[in-house]
């Protein structure tokens, strides 16, 4: 902790060293300072909460939809392992198609809303959590399986009893890893179609060279991001102590 801190200031500080000293350029690469002042002014006329507030709901509802989507997904198709086999080619090509390229088809389809929004996030992480679902759930232990069935259990008994319970690890790591991919893709919607979160003022700010802004929502983006991740590992510690 004492070195990533000692990382931290040093880097700070020779980012604001090598503002003031002209060794870069200010209007260019910002500086700490300016950006400690652009987000308390952010603050005080209250954008700072409106961008930041609208993101993360954005991020938050994309990410229950995925989880909740991508889950009930993965167990129709281990329950239905003909029908996985049907679907996995379209799954492959929907998780490897580049998501930036549907935003502009998205904006025709559903307009420039925040319906747009949603959907771009969640196609960004949903086809790659239904397949990593699926894969864990085919890969629980199978004596397990046949000791149920043995006991007269039924599938749904398999799933209640064994399946579940023995991915909860699975379904957390996937959790952690769908939240940051749903955040990507709400600021990839935003880039597109909003007229307020953090991608907007990022795009916003870039088109009018108000580049401490700009650098101000990254960081702020930065610490969402951290924030979010150490939620779903406090859960993960919860549920797994």
């Given at each position: 902790?004492?070195?990533?801190?000692?990382?931290?200031?040093?880097?700070?500080?020779?980012?604001?060293?090598?503002?003031?000293?002209?060794?870069?350029?200010?209007?260019?690469f910002s500086s700490p300072s300016l950006i400690l002042n652009c987000l308390w002014s952010?603050?005080?006329?209250?954008?700072?909460?409106?961008?930041?507030?609208?993101?993360?709901?954005?991020?938050?509802?994309s990410f229950a939809l995925v989880i909740s989507i991508g889950l009930g997904a993965a167990?129709?198709?281990?329950?239905?392992?003909?029908?996985?086999?049907?679907?996995?080619?379209?799954?492959?090509?929907?998780?490897?198609?580049?998501?930036?390229?549907?935003?502009?088809?998205?904006?025709?389809?559903?307009?420039?809303?925040?319906?747009?929004?949603?959907?771009?996030?969640?196609?960004?992480?949903?086809?790659?959590?239904?397949?990593?679902?699926?894969?864990?759930?085919?890969?629980?232990?199978?004596?397990?399986?046949?000791?149920?069935?043995?006991?007269?259990?039924?599938?749904?008994?398999?799933?209640?009893?064994?399946?579940?319970?023995?991915?909860?690890?699975?379904?957390?790591?996937?959790?952690?890893?769908?939240?940051?991919?749903?955040?990507?893709?709400?600021?990839?919607?935003?880039?597109?179609?909003?007229?307020?979160?953090?991608?907007?003022?990022?795009?916003?700010?870039?088109?009018?060279?108000?580049?401490?802004?700009?650098?101000?929502?990254?960081?702020?983006?930065?610490?969402?991001?951290?924030?979010?991740?150490?939620?779903?590992?406090?859960?993960?510690?919860?549920?797994?102590?």
């Amino acid at each position: 902790l004492i070195c990533r801190g000692f990382l931290f200031l040093l880097l700070i500080g020779m980012w604001e060293t090598a503002s003031r000293l002209s060794w870069i350029d200010r209007f260019i690469f910002s500086s700490p300072s300016l950006i400690l002042n652009c987000l308390w002014s952010m603050v005080l006329d209250g954008s700072l909460f409106l961008h930041t507030g609208v993101t993360l709901g954005e991020t938050l509802l994309s990410f229950a939809l995925v989880i909740s989507i991508g889950l009930g997904a993965a167990l129709i198709l281990w329950l239905s392992p003909t029908l996985a086999q049907i679907l996995e080619p379209y799954l492959v090509i929907l998780n490897s198609l580049p998501k930036s390229a549907l935003a502009p088809l998205l904006i025709v389809w559903l307009g420039n809303n925040t319906k747009t929004i949603i959907t771009a996030a969640v196609s960004v992480a949903l086809f790659g959590s239904i397949m990593t679902l699926h894969t864990g759930f085919s890969q629980t232990d199978p004596d397990k399986i046949r000791l149920i069935y043995s006991l007269g259990g039924k599938k749904t008994d398999v799933l209640a009893k064994v399946l579940l319970p023995a991915s909860i690890p699975l379904i957390i790591s996937n959790m952690k890893v769908n939240i940051g991919l749903c955040l990507v893709g709400v600021i990839i919607g935003e880039f597109l179609s909003s007229r307020a979160g953090l991608g907007y003022l990022i795009i916003y700010s870039s088109q009018v060279f108000q580049m401490t802004v700009l650098v101000s929502s990254i960081i702020v983006l930065c610490i969402m991001s951290v924030v979010l991740y150490q939620g779903i590992a406090w859960l993960e510690k919860k549920f797994l102590a």
